[in-house]
């Protein structure tokens, strides 16, 4: 399992620790890309920082939706070192399954199987 230290209003990637691929993972993301996180057990949502205005990518992840709030409230206990591990939720395994289902995405399958 990873660990950070809460030290900012984001988690700069170099700063993760213990867990070399979730960190390599963070990395490869685009900017704005979604991610979902247990962070000090709290599974919350995470963006990939945009990058500068200069072009040059930002190597790190804010808390978005509700881990905004939850995140803003560690601040207080910055220092801390923290659990962070990736978490898989219905929503984002289903996003990931959607590609793989489209050939049953048609009017005929919706009229024929509708009422199931």
Not at 85 to 94: E, F, G, K, N
């Amino acid at each position: 399992m990873a660990k950070v230290k809460i030290r900012d209003n984001s988690i700069w990637l170099n700063h993760i620790e213990g867990d070399r691929p979730l960190r390599e993972r963070l990395q490869s993301m685009k900017p704005g890309q979604i991610v979902d996180l247990e962070v000090d057990g709290i599974v919350g949502r995470w963006e990939r920082m945009k990058n500068g205005r200069d072009g040059r990518p930002t190597p790190g992840i804010k808390p978005i939706e509700a881990m905004r709030d939850v995140w803003k409230r560690m601040q207080s206990q910055r220092g801390r070192v923290v659990d962070l591990r990736a978490v898989r939720t219905a929503d984002s395994y289903l996003a990931a399954l959607t590609p793989l289902l489209s050939e049953w995405d048609s009017p005929e399958d919706e009229e024929a199987y509708r009422d199931l």
